[in-house]
């Protein structure tokens, strides 16, 4: 078959998807990237055509929609909404994360629930897909009430989840505070001690190196992605995006490898600092972020470096770009401008940074491009293996979970090569797609049209 007529197929496939879902415009474009990868290898193995597997995983098994009512600090009654997209369950229960953002809607749920499908079979554990939050802003907000919504949140969600079920995690704005929450008001509206979250302390059956999962887990993909081409991260500048969870130990990651990371940004702008951020001035940031909840223009005035107010660190000159922040934050012209400026590597911490022109960019100046669903798997990899001690009811030591870690992105990058390998290029969408696939794939087909 043609390109052309390939093209048509997607064209046809992606119609009907935004009829259904109309709107839903991170929904769309995720599902699309899927399909170019998808959709001439499903002409290939028609089993999947005629069982309509593509078809089915796009829609979800369920998506779960409530109201959070809950009274602020002065007394005012507030009112969120809260979600959860139980996606997939083919290869086990629904994981993934909460995101809490004033910009979370259906669409972005969805899209971050559909990718979740692919990058948990690609941890190669047993992970179905699911994600969910709420449009709730803890900035700004004090612990109390972060906790008085946290509360009435899982009062509703604790119906539909359990650690057979439905397993959530964190993402953005649910970090180790929310999660205690959560997990506090499951456990007392239960009766049971359970490993129902992900994040957990570690003193109530939290894994070691889940809060460092994520950041670690895009290092070593970029790593292992370099070691394609006889080099690795020792050296190099590295331009790092957001500084929240992926991107504070992204940065302790690199810097142990002997990289430098040169940038870090938050909604409001970015910081360069040309020295690069060692451990003592990160130890800083980790402090602003997570205990004084502060700005990371707090930094330049601390450190005397440049602060870009609205800008992100894209024209910074740079070999490694990772965006760790969120959705669409690289476009097509800081794609060119990443490259002009010879960057070669791009490790997605967060989920679909690049838009699908940048992405365009990089696959064709073929440069070594490690896509979210990829080269952030390491967070949900580590949260199996939260499951796998709770179950066992023991802990795994530091070095044992960071090899298994370390274990999973090798496998995980050698599925993308075994899938994505065109000619001397390896083209990791094309091998993250379908190795994703495949695994989900055939248990649906196993068990028939449910
Ligand atoms: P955090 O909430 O800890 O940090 C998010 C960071 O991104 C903050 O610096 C935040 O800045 C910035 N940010 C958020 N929204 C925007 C925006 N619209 N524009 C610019 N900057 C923004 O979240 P995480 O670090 O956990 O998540 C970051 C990314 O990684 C997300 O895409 C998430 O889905 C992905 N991810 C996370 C995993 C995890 O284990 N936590 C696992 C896999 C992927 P500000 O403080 O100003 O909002």
């Given at each position: ?105 259906l669409g972005i749920l969805k899209f971050l629930a ?114 394609t081409r006889g080099e690795s991260i020792k050296g ?114 967060a989920n679909m940074p690049s838009t699908p022109e ?93």
């Amino acid at each position: 078959m043609s390109n052309n007529a390939y093209d048509k197929l997607v064209q046809d496939f992606m119609a009907k998807i935004k009829a259904k879902n109309p709107g839903e415009v991170e929904f769309h474009q995720a599902v699309e990237e899927v399909a170019e990868s998808l959709i001439p290898y499903i002409e290939e193995n028609p089993q999947y055509k005629e069982a309509k597997i593509l078809e089915r995983i796009a829609e979800p098994e369920r998506i779960i929609l409530f109201r959070v009512p809950w009274v602020d600090d002065k007394g005012e009654v507030q009112i969120n909404k809260g979600y959860r997209i139980e996606m997939n369950s083919a290869i086990g229960p629904y994981k993934g994360g909460l995101r809490f953002h004033p910009t979370v809607n259906l669409g972005i749920l969805k899209f971050l629930a559909f990718e979740q499908v692919f990058k948990n079979s690609l941890t190669t554990l047993p992970m179905g897909g699911g994600k969910g939050g709420s449009d709730f802003d803890p900035k700004g907000k004090s612990d109390n009430e972060v906790m008085r919504f946290c509360q009435s949140f899982m009062t509703e969600l604790s119906k539909h989840i359990g650690p057979n079920t439905d397993v959530p995690a964190g993402d953005i704005g649910v970090g180790g505070r929310e999660i205690g929450f959560l997990f506090g008001q499951y456990k007392r509206l239960r009766n049971e001690f359970t490993g129902v979250l992900t994040g957990k302390g570690r003193e109530w059956g939290g894994s070691l190196i889940r809060p460092e999962a994520t950041g670690y887990g895009a290092t070593y993909f970029a790593e292992e992605m370099l070691k394609t081409r006889g080099e690795s991260i020792k050296g190099k500048t590295v331009a790092i995006s957001g500084s929240g969870n992926v991107a504070q130990f992204a940065t302790q990651k690199v810097t142990e490898l002997g990289g430098k990371v040169v940038t870090l940004s938050d909604s409001s702008g970015y910081i360069y600092d040309p020295d690069g951020i060692d451990e003592e001035k990160l130890a800083y940031v980790m402090h602003l972020k997570n205990v004084k909840r502060g700005r990371i223009r707090e930094y330049a005035e601390k450190y005397g470096v440049e602060y870009f107010e609205g800008k992100r660190p894209w024209s910074v000159k740079v070999d490694v770009a990772m965006p760790n922040a969120t959705q669409n934050e690289i476009n097509k012209e800081d794609a060119e401008t990443l490259i002009k400026n010879g960057c070669y590597v791009v490790s997605e911490g967060a989920n679909m940074p690049s838009t699908p022109e940048a992405v365009e960019v990089y696959l064709d100046k073929k440069i070594l491009y490690g896509p979210g669903k990829a080269a952030n798997a390491g967070g949900v990899a580590v949260s199996g293996l939260e499951m796998s001690q709770n179950s066992l009811r023991l802990s795994w030591t530091r070095e044992e979970v960071d090899e298994k870690l370390q274990r999973i992105m090798k496998d995980i990058h050698a599925q993308c090569e075994k899938f994505g390998k065109e000619g001397d290029y390896i083209n990791y969408v094309k091998g993250a797609n379908i190795g994703g696939f495949v695994k989900v794939a055939d248990a649906m087909l196993a068990q028939g049209i449910v």
